[in-house]
């Protein structure tokens, strides 16, 4: 059971290129979120979707896309990157709201020069 | 403000030791507290999940209780082994449908 993926592990991109992280869940869960880790900052949330075909922004959205592709899949999307956006960023799935327990992938490693 | 707080920032212990892990929080309208464990290079792991109306949860060597009065939460660790070596989070979920995370303890568990 793989739980929640998160593709790639590692990204680095140019100021102002784009890339798009995937993550896909197998756990049949409703709720899926997107956060970064920062040092000293603890995980803040980007986006999240409630369920399927929908979408809202969390407390640091932006320069970030989403998109709920179906029940498994959510990505985001940095259309023009920046070096602010240098950070580990976690995709998460729950059953429900984030009254549940959360399940995250391994992370992304993403460094803007 | 909604904060949460966790103190020691690191600790660093000799195996077998039984030890405590804190976390404070400034708003008492909780809905739950969860306590995650964080490998390097990994993603978070859920360990122990308490309801507001809740004062503790165990699971094996874990003991994780919540005494929302004072805004505190502790995360107590049995018998410590060197596989207990992580960073270890708690995340306040407020009735304002908010999740706080705090920025953890790192832990170090020597032979």
């Known amino acids: 059971n793989a739980g929640v993926t998160q593709t790639p592990k590692f990204q680095v991109l140019k100021t102002g290129q784009s890339m798009t992280l995937q993550c896909a869940q197998d756990m049949n869960h409703n709720s899926m979120y997107w956060y970064r880790q920062d040092p000293g900052m603890g995980l803040r949330l980007i986006y999240y979707s409630a369920s399927e075909g929908t979408t809202d922004k969390g407390e640091v959205p932006n320069g970030y896309n989403v998109s709920r592709l179906n029940k498994r899949e959510f990505s985001l999307r940095l259309e023009s990157a920046a070096p602010s956006q240098t950070s580990v960023y976690f995709c998460a799935s729950s059953e429900g709201s984030l009254r549940s327990p959360l399940h995250f992938g391994n992370g992304t490693r993403l460094t803007v020069t | 403000k909604q904060e949460v707080t966790q103190i020691p920032a690191a600790l660093s212990v000799p195996e077998g030791e039984n030890l405590v892990l804190n976390c404070s929080f400034t708003d008492s309208a909780i809905y739950n507290l969860q306590w995650f464990r964080q490998d390097p290079g990994k993603g978070l792991t859920s360990l122990l999940l308490?309801?507001?109306?809740?004062r503790e949860q165990t699971s094996g060597r874990l003991n994780a209780s919540l005494d929302k009065s004072s805004g505190r939460s502790t995360l107590y660790i049995a018998a410590s082994q060197p596989g207990d070596s992580a960073t270890y989070l708690c995340?306040?979920?407020?009735?304002?449908?908010?999740?706080?995370f705090g920025t953890g303890t790192r832990l170090q568990v020597f032979p």
């Open positions: 308490i309801q507001s109306s809740q």
């Open positions: 995340a306040v979920f407020y009735n304002t449908d908010k999740l706080i």
